[in-house]
């Protein structure tokens, strides 16, 4: 019996750890649902809705895909299209391309077999769609060496594709190449170890040796690092930086190069490359830029290269010789504080970075310095280690600035299979001069159809009040582009653009404090290129061509694009009287614009903290400003204050008794709000019965999973990071109209399916931008019921080396701002609440969660923030759009969510920023929607207070975290943070109301749980360790009562017989002992 | 005492790594990252029941001949299982409470796995010691669970009370 009481006490003891551990099991897989849903394919809740008389009503956003198999048609068909105008021909020499179509070819190079297909991290690519290169050039006919081949195969045979650590399904890379340090390339020798006759059967694949170099990119990690600094041990490249050329990668070419009449190379990279080395070997005949094409981007490389589709990609980033010597790079990578360690860790001040570069960064540095050299204002004397020798590696004794030695290929650069005239026919300035009417005819010239982006360019005068005031301007900015359609031979096309000025006024921090256009000559110049509009305004100021023209000489490639007649590409347009202060000095909300960023607090400006500190790059004397690194600065003072992310004190004891929250006498609910304006009277009836606790739940966990209000009938909701498509979920999981897909379980597959975000910048397609935001956002949206997507991914390329850059569309506010403007319209005809990225300023990766970025208001205003203005205000329609009533009628309605950076802006956490978040993005940009932060939580690195103070309406992540007022308590007693809340309210639910937050929610809709596999298992996990318990103790207490019993009969049976008898304690010892002792 | 020890170990070493977990939650609960976080006053309490389960358990031990009842010697034993389950139930449910309370630690780290602060590091791995403190508790007391559990001393008294010869 002992033995029995002992074994029901240890199952009671294990069913006791069981059942704990089923219950941490439970709660922890209930509360990251969404999460594990993604990482197992499963649904575990549903939004059920009846149906009403009202369906229309109640389904305000409509789905396109009814099956899973039309939505996998449908994102495939996309991206399809899209991949077939990212390419950019940078190199045509001699007509090496288009290839026939059943070319044999050869394929080197390590990315040849396993090309970068999308991000590494943040909306990468889906392996489970991707179609390998290899295959997608096969299945469009071209025949592969087959020896050169297996060489690759067999060095990744074992290999597989990387599954992340949490969703996002499969990343279609070998982790084995993926690193930022090193190209991995396979040497010749590996190659023969590999496979000894991979070069034996060149001669019967040799239409052309088809070459492919790559970079990966993505979220995560430090990214590039330019310089010895950045290599791998044993990497040795071409300028001495990872971006250009390994030895391998250069002796593969080379192998290329010697057994090939045709070489083509494809780069395979979003980060610019240095390759001008390519650019000038007269034995490469054609270089292609592919970027990330995405899953089933290689058709359309494929087509590319055969001639199915001609060519109308642009570079969207200037590629220069060595990126490392743009003068942002002077201030890049981990600078820290002197006195970092003063500080909490909490806070996370690590370092900071002086953006000394002002507005000169990509093609704005180049194109000016080389206009102001050939217009004889200077800039042509340059010190050791700023700028590039003639072979791209840095200089390293005084010398000339040559723009040759600087710029490979310029923005805007692209060639096509065709020639295009175009012809600036006029632009007329309307009265206001807050816009203009340029008219542009494109003739195709040549002899196959094709397309071409329209690049409209603009140079305003650069005049003594400029220089006076530190006020910086760039010798030719694109205020705007249009793509035609495809012309056949010898067909035109006329396109009027209705042109926003305020992209070419100037932020005069100085005097003025408010946007100005400076009295003088304008020219709006046309170009194949940022360097060919130059050119032209050049030409047309009277500087002699020969001066001027430096890329096209040098350039035989550039044969394929038309040369531009300076009469037909330029229009000047002359402004008298004095600087005009006026004309932009009120938003278009109607908020005057004046200094926000110069000074006080809020101040992105290191110098309104320590004065004099930066000096910033000007064209009044490009050697004497150039860039120096900032180091061993110290934070004091008001600085170290604000740096500490915790500067406005709570209050505690405030009156704040009329404040409402919980009211329970309405009967209003959010159902009754959807579509509502903002000004709708009923916002505040609605907000009032809100509970506190409600809101600051529902701002804490702003996660995958978003929390309802019940007071209001606002359902929970799910999102998903963008900008690519869903993140973490499949089309298996897909719905239409709350119907589960019911061929879902055919389609693992995700929805991140399309090229690159910079490759749809590269398209210079606004159409195609606003498709792209349909599709893979508002189709994910709805057919995954994600009503938030986080994205468009808008941070502006300040370099090259920053590898988040992938996210992001380009260098320029205009083509990045237009761009994104289109897919945020795109994404909100479907409902997506977008989240559009992150503002502001997330220039690298390393120490992004802290660093501290600091720049002039001039460079802020008139790149990072111009950029993002474009969608939050719906700018940037494309003509087609104006012209067709038809088209989308709510275009133009701005950006209703907003998704702030881990880096700081100026002091302060971005949130926290009051300048940035309430006086330029909701004052002056009109902003009312839904502000929540990147993964924060609510810690100190959000600065919560703050943040809320400052509109911020929900911080992504799992809670409070080193934060104690998050509470009723906490909170209740000051009351600019309760008004602020109820502010914050009417933000956050406006927005969910106008998105398909509540597509099919009406009086009858409710959420329910579905039973999916992992909650089975811990439920029967619970069930099993229950009755473990249970019987452990029933066991227990069972034997022990035996044991009583025998004990009482064994005493019976001692007073009977006085023999030998056992006690039977549970104790077995004591019973020998007993016995013993009988 | 030697025997004492030999017999009492698993709880007296249950006892203190229980001792040592609660000491790292209220430690890592109350500085570094989670300085200012609501305290996980289950996870304390119920170790510091458990302690105290413990070291009722093992005084029992000590002291059992005195409340050993004549004709009902599973008194004792009842009184010092019922302490140990007590103990071991309390132990898992302090685990459990500490593993869901810091769950968006882990989260944090896991899901966004860059940049974070080192004190966030600090309190992530201050928290596994503590559950690694929970976890040998808890196997230690599940195995004296399945054992015997009279000592010595304790035996010789029952049994001399207890055995019907001495009757």
Redesign the interface.
Known sequence: MASHSRIWRGITAIGALLLSLAMVAAVTLEMYRTSVDAALGTRSQRTVTQSTKNDKDTWNYQSSFKTAKEAYDGFKNFALKEGEETNVLLKNDNQALPLSKNAKITMFGVRSYAPVYGSSGGSIADGYSTVQITEAFKEKGFQINPSMLSAYESYFKGQKWTKPKFGSGLIPEYESITSYNNPHELSLNELKRLNPNYASEYKDYNDAAVVVVGRPAGENGDGYTPGQAGLADGVHTVTGNILSLSDEEMAIIHEAEANFKKVIVLVNSTNPMEIANLQDDANIDAIMWIGFPGAYGFYGVADTLNGTVNPSGALGDVFAKNSALAPAMANYGNIPWKNAHDFSEDAAVNSYLIQAEGIYTGYRYYETRYADIVSGRGGAQASAGTYAAADGTVATSDGTWDYNNEVTYPFGYGLSYTTFERKLNSVQVNGDKKSATASVTVTNTGKVAGKTPIQLYASAPYTQYDRDNGVEKSAIELIDFEKTDILQPGESQTIEMKVDLSVLASYDAKTAKTFIMDPGRYYFSLGDNVHEALNNVLSAQGIQPEMTDTVTNNQSSRTANSQSVVDDTVQQWDVDGDVDSVTFAVSKSGQKITNKLSEGDYATDFNAFQPGTVTYLSRSNWEGTYPHTYEGLEATGRLAELLGNDFIKLKKNEDTSDIKFGDKSSSLTINDMKGASYDDERWGELIDKVTLQEYLDFAANAFHAIGGMPSIGLPDMTSDDGPGGSDSHLLSEGQYQGTPYADGEKYNKATRVAPSPVNLAYTWNKELAYENGQILMGESTLVLNLPIMIGPAMNLHRHAYNSRGVEYYSEDPVLSGYTGSAVVQGAQSKGTLVNVKHLAFNDQEINRSGIAVFMNEQKARELELRNFQQAFEGNGQPASFSQDKNKDKRYGEGARGVMTSYNRIGAVAPSANRSVMVDILRDEWGFKGYNVTDFTSISLKAAPKESTLAGTVAFCGFGPQGIDYWTVEGLSGDRDMLLAIKQNLHYALYALANSAALNGVNSSTHTVNVMTSWRIGYIVALVVAGAMVLAGLAGYIISIMRARKGIIRGVKSHETSAGESIVEDHNDNSSVTSKERN | MATFMKKSWREIIAAVATLAALIIVIVSGTT???????INYPAIGLSILAVVALTADVALMIRGNKIAVE????LR??IS?GL??VS??SI??A??FL??RR???V??I???????????DVAMNMTIAALVGYVIA?LL??VE??????SMSV??D???Q??????
């Open positions: 570094g990252f989670l300085a200012g976080n609501a004709g009902m010697p599973s034993s009842i299982d140990l389950i071991i139930a898992c449910a685990l459990a593993l869901v769950m968006p630690l989260a944090d896991y899901f966004i796995p860059v940049n974070h602060p080192a004190a966030e808890v007391l599940i669970s399945f054992m015997s559990r009279t035996k010789h029952e049994a001399v207890d055995s019907p010869a001495k009757k």
